[in-house]
């Protein structure tokens, strides 16, 4: 299947610091990719949507001056937390779509291994 | 809106027994089904997924899943787990009109002992 990678695995950060996540699709475009949030023992909360090009969609209750996301290319997505707090200490995960949500049948979504974020 | 039930957060079992993890959703219109497993600090995979077709899927790790419309179910089985098979698993769900967002389940968690 289709790779995603996301960089870096681990982060230690300074309460008060912005972190930046990337989410890159190695072997295919991207049009959507999605960013979800997961606190330990608990499912995945999407946090936002993103596509190429456009602002990104956010889910009810996240702030979007907290979780900037970019999404300049068809392969390449970043979240940056700012002004980074203990709260936001968690597992973020990427996920990139292959097609149009609306032509040519199922989109399939696949993930990235995860960012464990420590703040401290 | 689309739901999902994963009734069982953690499932016991011993290694070469059956398992069966329980998935429910709700919808209003028709949809897309996945299983995916997470291993500890990781991402998700894919394991298996319903989208038209045989209501019994399989993957190539010995996980089948059927989809039962009437039941709204999309229930994970193994009939002989492996102590690898510990991890986590989320059941999920995508509508197959508007804008499509993947719905988890709460995910359950595999215990497999030798």
């Known amino acids: 299947g289709a790779v995603v990678s996301q960089h870096p695995s681990r982060v230690i950060c300074k309460s008060g610091t912005s972190v930046k996540i990337e989410c890159r699709s190695l072997?295919?475009?991207?049009?959507?990719m999605f960013w979800y949030r997961q606190f330990p023992k608990q499912s995945l909360m999407l946090m936002a949507t993103?596509?190429?090009?456009?602002?990104?969609?956010?889910e009810q209750g996240v702030e979007k001056d907290k979780f900037l996301i970019n999404h300049a290319s068809l392969t390449l997505s970043t979240l940056t937390v700012t002004s980074a707090h203990p709260e936001d200490s968690s597992f973020y995960i990427c996920?990139?779509?292959?097609?149009?949500?609306?032509?040519?049948?199922?989109?399939?979504?696949?993930f990235g291994q995860g960012t464990r974020l420590t703040v401290v | 809106a689309q739901s999902v039930t994963q009734l069982d957060s953690q499932v016991p079992v011993f290694e070469e027994a059956p398992v069966e993890l329980r998935c429910n959703y709700s919808?209003?219109?028709?949809?897309?089904l996945f299983w995916y497993v997470q291993y500890p600090n990781q991402g998700l995979q894919l394991l298996l997924k319903?989208?038209?077709?045989?209501?019994l899927v399989k993957s190539i790790n010995g996980f089948e899943a059927e989809f039962n419309k009437s039941q709204t179910s999309f229930h994970l089985r193994k009939p002989s787990v492996h102590i690898s098979d510990t991890a986590e698993y989320f059941c999920?769900?995508?509508?197959?009109?508007?804008?499509?967002?993947?719905?988890f389940g709460t995910g359950t968690r595999l215990l497999v002992s030798p």
């Open positions: 996920s990139a779509r292959t097609q149009s949500a609306r032509s040519r049948g199922a989109p399939e979504a696949f």
């Open positions: 072997d295919f475009q991207a049009t959507t």
């Open positions: 993103s596509n190429e090009g456009s602002k990104a969609t956010y």
């Open positions: 919808s209003s219109v028709s949809v897309y």
């Open positions: 319903y989208l038209s077709g045989s209501t």
């Open positions: 999920a769900v995508l509508s197959n009109t508007g804008f499509q967002k993947l719905v």
